[in-house]
């Protein structure tokens, strides 16, 4: 089982160096040839990267409590397959609280799915975090009106249960078998 660990993580991060190594080839060719925008691409990825770099510690630290401290039993519960409309609608308020980019949702979700959370509720959080912000929605309700905001929310929350339904039916189809053991 361990071996099989082993070989997993291995086979994951060949496949992240050749995916860093196609991307860092085509951002090279993209930059010869077109030289005027170097200027723009390194100071954006500069400011992305010192963006990240001090938030994501934090993100990690919170993660590591995380899986140390929340019990798996009580994801799967809240958020898990049985956990039904309560667990998804749970899964819109954990995704609609708090405020940040989204590349801070990814670890939390990865967290989440480890633990037994559905593949519906992920789905769910992920889109909550994108699409649906407290904040957002005050300010949404002050520039465009509170029937333009209620209907833009409704269709939203329905859009997203349903697309947490089909990936997780998709998934569910196209999900690998493990392998018999002899």
């Known amino acids: 089982m361990k071996e099989a660990r082993a070989i997993n993580r291995k086979k994951d991060l060949l496949g992240d160096i050749i995916f860093l190594v196609v991307v860092v080839v085509i951002s090279t060719v993209l930059l010869i040839i077109f030289p005027e925008r ?10 992305f990267f010192i963006e990240m770099i001090t938030i994501l510690p934090a993100v990690m630290i919170l993660m ?3 899986a140390e401290f929340v019990p798996g039993k009580l994801v799967v519960k ?5 956990a039904g409309l309560k667990g998804i609608l749970l899964a819109i308020v954990f995704g609609a609280l708090p405020t940040g980019p989204l590349y801070i949702a990814f670890p ?3 967290g989440l799915l480890k633990k ?3 593949i519906t509720c992920i ?3 992920l889109s909550a975090w994108a699409c649906i912000k407290i904040p957002q929605e005050l300010v949404e309700l002050q520039f ?6 209620g209907l833009r929310l409704a269709l939203t929350i329905i859009s997203v249960i349903f697309m947490g339904f089909l990936i997780e039916k998709i998934i569910g189809k196209t999900k690998r078998k493990e392998p018999i053991k002899p």
């Open 78 to 82: 809240l958020l898990g397959k049985s």
């Open 64 to 66: 590591g409590l995380f």
């Open 38 to 47: 170097r200027f723009r691409v390194f100071t954006v990825s500069r400011e």
């Open 144 to 149: 465009l009106g509170f029937k333009f905001m």
């Open 123 to 125: 789905i769910v959080f």
């Open 108 to 110: 939390m979700a990865a």
């Open 116 to 118: 037994g959370a559905s």
